[in-house]
């Protein structure tokens, strides 16, 4: 399985301001997600970063709130803009290699807080 | 609509004691199932499982698929309390997507 780096670990941010996330794989992955995971409930999906193009985006996301970058087959980012309280959440990198191998493997996540 | 339905939602047992976490699915173009524990932050995998009747074993742990009545069990034998975690059930279909359950909150007590 991947080594997947996802930084910052937790980080406490003031209302009104931005935060990127980042995710790094140790190898080529085809399939790169992003979820969220508010308090006490189940992984909710935001989007598929796709390498060299804009994001596909679940109902309920959108673009100008959590843009992402996928420059390459190994790296990615998630912005949470112009954050509130209840984006306050854990959110998870996760990596899948698509048709070759099954499986998705996730990175540390990132517990946000916003004050 | 797919949907990945865990029961129950929690449980609390006693150490030592024998668990059944329960993952029932409704997937299109089925493609593997898998089992995640959730102690902090990051899901770990466990174990994926793609064929009927399999029994995949770690340790303590168990997992078995059915696909013809469309789920799995997870066991946990002579439980302890590092035990104690979410289990998500999650199905991946053919088109690479995966779906998520809402999750076992299993707790051991001493």
């Known amino acids: 399985s991947a080594v997947i780096s996802q930084k910052p670990s937790r980080d406490i941010c003031q209302r009104g301001t931005s935060l990127t996330i980042q995710c790094q794989v140790d190898?080529?992955?085809?399939?790169m997600f992003w979820y969220r995971q508010q308090p006490g409930q189940s992984l909710t999906l935001i989007a598929t970063?796709?390498?060299?193009?804009?994001?596909?985006?679940e109902s309920g996301f959108v673009i100008d709130k959590f843009p992402i970058s996928r420059p390459n087959l190994t790296f990615s980012t998630l912005t949470v803009s112009n954050m509130s309280p209840e984006d306050s959440s854990i959110y998870l990198c996760?990596?899948?290699?698509?048709?070759?191998?099954?499986?998705?493997?996730f990175g540390q996540g990132t517990r946000l807080t916003v004050v | 609509e797919d949907k990945v339905v865990q029961s129950p939602l929690s449980l609390v047992v006693h150490e030592g004691d024998t668990v059944t976490l329960n993952c029932s699915y409704e997937v299109t173009n089925f493609r593997s199932l898998l089992w995640y524990k959730q102690e902090k932050k990051a899901p770990t995998f466990l174990f994926m499982l793609?064929?009927?009747?399999i029994e995949k074993k770690s340790g303590r742990l168990s997992s078995i698929l059915d696909k013809k009545e469309l789920f799995s069990i997870l066991n946990i034998t002579a439980t302890q309390t590092g035990d104690s975690a979410i289990y998500l059930c999650a199905v991946e279909n053919t088109g690479n997507q995966f779906y998520f359950g809402t999750g076992t909150s299993l707790t051991v007590i001493p």
């Open positions: 970063a796709n390498q060299g193009s804009e994001a596909t985006y």
């Open positions: 996760s990596v899948a290699y698509g048709q070759e191998v099954s499986g998705a493997f």
């Open positions: 793609t064929s009927s009747g």
């Open positions: 190898s080529q992955v085809t399939m």
